[in-house]
């Protein structure tokens, strides 16, 4: 039995959105990366114009600065970064027409992008991430691409075809944790909000297998993930009945060791069609859409959750009392060292 270290349903531990500065071009429909202390924003769409610029975060500086453009606009496609390049896959070239299976590597010391080989299927709208030094691409769109998964070897330059994705579709959010793939959400439709799923599923490198996780608390698309310490982060998306706008402010954190989900603070504002990438212990969300299938917003929306995110979060019981006063000390001590760093 394990106890959380911060007993409140509404939150995991102290922690805090803020806003960094904000983008130099308003968008939605991005792909979001770390790559060498900084945050990445690829393509995306304004209103029916398809971008090919990308924006670069310095959080030293708090400025966002141009890298060379994609050698094509794209939208809807993933990004991961592995090996000190930065890789972007697949997507729409045309407004949701003209699925690419490109794969584009972008070296920051020479500002340059390079070809390299495609996927084995174009598909946009899918999701990808990084583990153990290849990177893993699922589902997508077309229909017909929606249970695709396969993994790129960067040093080989090829792609590998793997076991189908077990529930098909697109609008998802890729992350890994503990040696393991983890495809979350999206839709098994292309309107926006229609067909949402709460599905997650893992994948193991190690045994060929996936494996049925605990469903999402909501259905949701077009949201953002990224694994923090021993979490895996799911933020925002479309397709909430709830909200007029059809966004979702749910931040939710999966714990696979516990097989459940915990609440967090929710987004300031609402958003889609986005990314996330985690950076010096805190997560970005830059840009995205307000509304469902349309708008967009040059915010560039920040969670800090409040220690380390190497942190355990997650202490043995140790029964009555006891266990309850040492989670209050740990949390205490961790916004204690917060303050005197901010302080510095």
């Not at 500086?61 to 990004?79: E, V």
């Not at 694994?227 to 749910?250: I, Q, R």
């Amino acid at each position: 039995m394990w106890l959380g270290i911060c007993s409140a349903p509404s939150a995991l531990l102290a922690s805090a959105w803020s806003t960094s500065e904000p983008l130099q071009v308003a968008r939605q429909e991005v792909a979001v990366a770390e790559l060498d202390g900084r945050v990445y924003v690829v393509g995306g769409l304004v209103g029916g114009t398809v971008l090919s610029s990308v924006e670069v975060y310095d959080p030293t500086s708090d400025s966002w600065s141009f890298a060379a453009p994609l050698p094509t606009g794209i939208h809807h496609t993933a990004a991961v970064s592995s090996g000190g390049r930065l890789y972007v896959m697949g997507g729409w070239t045309d407004f949701f027409a003209n699925a690419t299976a490109n794969l584009w590597a972008y070296d920051p010391s020479t500002d340059a992008w390079s070809a390299r080989a495609p996927l084995p299927a174009a598909r946009a709208s899918l999701a990808a991430a990084a583990l153990g030094g290849k990177i893993y691409a699922a589902g997508g769109w077309p229909l017909a691409r929606s249970a695709d998964f396969a993994v790129y070897d960067p040093t080989a330059d090829a792609w590998s075809v793997l076991p189908d994705l077990p529930t098909p579709r697109n609008h998802l959010g890729a992350a890994t944790l503990g040696g393991v793939f983890y495809a979350l959400g999206g839709r098994s439709s292309l309107g926006a909000g229609v067909g949402n799923l709460d599905a997650v599923e893992s994948f193991d490198p190690a045994t060929g297998v996936w494996t049925a996780r605990p469903a999402l608390p909501t259905a949701r698309s077009g949201l953002a993930v990224v694994t923090v310490g021993s979490f895996v982060l799911v933020l925002g998306g479309e397709g909430n009945d709830a909200n007029p706008d059809g966004t979702f402010a749910e931040v939710r954190a999966l714990e696979p060791r516990r097989g459940d989900y915990r609440t967090l603070e929710p987004l300031p504002t609402p958003v889609h069609g986005i990314g996330a990438a985690l950076l010096a212990g805190r997560v970005y969300v830059p840009g995205g859409a307000p509304v469902e299938g349309f708008g967009l917003t040059d915010l560039n929306q920040v969670y800090d959750p409040g220690l380390d995110p190497a942190f355990p979060l997650a202490i043995p019981a140790l029964g009555g009392l006891a266990s309850v006063l040492l989670g209050a000390l740990l949390l205490a001590g961790g916004v204690l060292l917060r303050s005197r760093q901010r302080r510095v």
